[in-house]
Each structure stands twice: as C-alpha cells, then as structure tokens.
C-alpha cells in the first residue's frame, strides 16, 4: 500500500492564482482531513470529510475549497491564492472508528508571492 | 471547546538520559489523546493514543505516555533517548462525534550524543 499521497510536493503561486492539492489513499478509508502547519501554530484543521459526498469546514475553511468525489481522492483548492495561505499542508486519512489514528502524507509546501 | 497545550517550544536531552514532553489538556467529557512525531520533511507518524483503561499508554520506538485525569496532563516519556528521537512532537486531542483533532503547537526534542 502506498498510503497517504500527496502531489505536488513544493509549489510556488503568485497572488490571485488558483491551484489543486492532490491526495489519495489506498486503504478505503472513509474519513479524510486537510490540515496547513505553521511555524509556532501546531497543525489547523481545513476541511475534512466522512464519505463520499460528504465534506465539513473545520478550523480554518477560509479560501479554501473541496469535494470528494471518490473514497480515494480528496482534493484541496485554493481559488485566489493570498501570501496568508503560504504553508505548509498535509493530507490525512483514517480508519472507520473514530478513535483510529490518522495516517499523514508527507505534504505540500506552498509558497505565495 | 477541547484544547491541548505544549508548554514547552524545545526540550534538549542528553543521550542515554530520560526524556519527557509535556502535554495538557482541556475537554469536557471522557479525553481522547494522542501524541505523533513529524521528522525533518515529513508528515506526522502516530505515536500511542489514550482511550481508556490503564494510565500508562506504550507507544511505538520505545516511546510510553502517563495520562493523570487530576493533573490534566498525558505527558510523553522514554527512559533513554536516542539522537535518532529529536524530531517534532505533537499532542492532540479527539473533538466532536466525527473524531477530528485538536493538535498543540508541537515540541521540538533535541537529543544530542
């Protein structure tokens, strides 16, 4: 099993450009989360969703979109990228308990001029 | 709302010397915690957990955790650290039906030889 993907592994945006953060999981998890780290703030939840179809605002929604289409894929967009948004962000999954730990991809680090 | 804090940014230990990363916590109701580690360039690898029962919690790499429900506190600890150990640590606590979590802003463990 690959686990937790996450494509691109560094991008840099310049103000007002949009972009998609891929992740996929190979485990048939239903639950999948976005998180952003920034230094000094732990990790931020963004988005996550339980099912197909199914998707929530967690702590940090703003300027941030997503949908999942399939139970494998979990895209994360930025619609008018902000040097605010420059981060560093991780795609997580988990098991159908909800006391299961999450798995973590090895994340994407956004830069915004 | 649940919380967790990390009231300490760095913790530098000698190797072959205990180590502890201090963690706290706020909830209401029954705490579900966790603890992961980040390495340099990486996501974050699950730890242990404490969902119930005893209060000594052992974890992967020879790390264990002690809830104290009086103390409010689930503090990492491993008797003898290795240089390989210093890496980012995270405590984080289970919110809502959905089983999100609320991570503190992380310890940086410095294990020098």
């Known amino acids: 099993n690959a686990g937790v993907t996450q494509t691109p592994k560094f991008q840099v945006l310049k103000t007002g450009q949009s972009m998609t953060l891929q992740c996929a999981q190979d485990?048939?998890?239903?639950?999948m989360s976005w998180y952003r780290q920034d230094p000094g703030m732990g990790l931020r939840l963004i988005h996550y969703?339980?099912?197909?179809?199914?998707?929530d605002q967690g702590e940090v929604p703003n300027g941030y979109n997503v949908s999942r289409s399939t139970t494998e894929d979990f895209p994360l967009r930025l619609l008018s990228a902000a040097p605010s948004q420059t981060s560093v962000y991780f795609c997580?999954?988990?098991?159908?308990?909800?006391?299961?730990?999450?798995?973590f991809g090895p994340g994407t680090r956004l830069t915004v001029l | 709302a649940q919380s967790v804090a990390q009231p300490e940014d760095q913790v530098n230990v000698a190797e072959g010397n205990p180590l502890t990363v201090k963690c706290t916590y706020s909830v209401s109701g029954n705490p579900y915690l966790f603890w992961y580690v980040q390495y340099p360039n990486r996501g974050l690898q699950f730890l242990l957990k404490?969902?119930?029962?005893?209060?000594l919690v052992k974890g992967s790499y020879g790390f264990e955790a002690e809830f104290n429900k009086s103390q409010t506190s689930f503090h990492l600890k491993k008797p003898s650290a290795l240089v390989s150990d210093s890496a980012l640590y995270f405590c984080?606590?289970?919110?809502?039906?959905?089983?999100?979590?609320?991570f503190g802003k992380g310890t940086k463990l410095s294990v020098k030889p």
């Open positions: 404490y969902i119930t029962g005893d209060n």
């Open positions: 485990m048939n998890h239903e639950y």
């Open positions: 997580a999954s988990r098991g159908p308990l909800v006391l299961n730990e999450q798995f």
């Open positions: 984080a606590v289970r919110e809502g039906s959905q089983g999100n979590l609320i």
């Open positions: 969703s339980v099912g197909a179809g199914i998707t």
